[in-house]
């Protein structure tokens, strides 16, 4: 069963940088495309960013563009979410989730998921 960990959240100011990984258990990780995607208190979960299994296509949300980058070793099975010049509106538990979807921004395309790595900007 593939099992995804993702790490390196944290509590930072606003204007800082955090990079989050996401460690995945079998072999099914260059096979698949991997994503991010984010849940604040109270609201949906979000897509965020995604990346092909190539590595060369991805799509970002509005709101991060120029902030954040995706990138993924799948020589490591891992992925990696940087992001930098955070925002107190970035704040929200953050998930990894790799599939192979026909619409990257929909949750309901991802076939496995992390458990979330919490990110907390203070203003």
């Known amino acids: 069963q593939v099992q995804l960990q993702e790490s390196g959240g944290g509590l930072v100011q606003a204007g800082g940088s955090l990079r989050l990984s996401c460690t995945t258990s079998g072999r099914a990780f260059s096979n698949n495309l991997v994503a991010w995607f984010r849940q604040a208190p109270g609201k949906d979960r979000e897509f965020v960013a995604a990346?092909?299994?190539?590595?060369?296509?991805?799509h970002y949300t509005n709101s991060v563009k120029g902030r954040f980058t995706i990138s993924r070793d799948n020589a490591k099975s891992t992925a990696f979410l940087q992001m930098s010049n955070l925002k107190p509106e970035d704040t929200a538990r953050y998930y990894c989730?790799?599939?192979?979807?026909?619409?990257?921004?929909?949750?309901?395309?991802?076939?496995?998921w992390g458990q979330g790595t919490q990110v907390t900007v203070s203003s």
């Open positions: 990346m092909a299994r190539g590595g060369f296509d991805t």
């Open positions: 989730a790799f599939g192979l979807p026909s619409q990257w921004l929909d949750v309901r395309e991802y076939t496995y």
